[in-house]
């Protein structure tokens, strides 16, 4: 998912994630990717529920990861990654992403990642050093600003949807 700063891609996949409600998958849902490639699997461990052994093994993280992609893919579910600024992730922790995304059985990827981020992403996406990664894009969507109609309805929803809220508000003050 690739937009200009403020075009409402976190809110996108906020709403998407919100979606989900009550089913057997599970997202995860990175916000600041500026880590430390310890860091990123430490985070990622504790996210996912692995053991504390897996937050300091990459080792120890991939065999339990693996396994926990397997049961939900198993009862039903998905698993998903979603790296949001993504044009600020390091070099390094974009290779990890790609080999994360190894995580499949003989027909269907059992890690679902989704990166979302301003246009700059695109450009590193480009950078031959990345291209394993760049061949592996499913889909892409340019989410582009709104056109002066649009942010109108946008406002006139919202005030509508406070105008709702706003007597429940007061009467309880």
């Known amino acids: 998912i690739l937009g200009e700063a403020g075009t409402g891609k976190t809110t996108l996949v906020r709403t998407a994630l919100a979606e989900l409600g009550d089913t057997p998958s599970r997202y995860v849902m990175v916000s600041n990717p500026t880590l430390a490639r310890d860091e990123f699997y430490e985070y990622l461990a504790q996210e996912f529920d692995l053991s504390d052994e897996a937050r300091v093994s990459k080792t120890r993280f991939l065999s339990e990861l693996q396994r926990q992609v397997e049961a939900r893919f ?40 989704v990166l979302s981020g301003q246009p700059e992403l695109a450009d590193r996406l480009n950078d031959p050093s990345l291209r394993q990664l760049a061949q592996r894009i499913a889909a892409s969507f340019h989410l582009l600003p709104l056109d002066e109609k649009s942010v109108g309805e946008l406002i006139a929803h919202r ?15």
């Open 74 to 113: 198993a009862a039903g579910g998905l698993t998903g990654l979603i790296i949001d600024e993504a044009q600020s992730m390091p070099h390094e922790l974009l290779e990890e992403i790609r080999l994360l995304g190894n995580s499949e059985t003989t027909t269907t990827k059992l890690l679902s990642i």
């Open 159 to 173: 005030l509508r949807a406070a105008a709702r809220w706003w007597p429940l508000s007061c009467a309880s003050v």
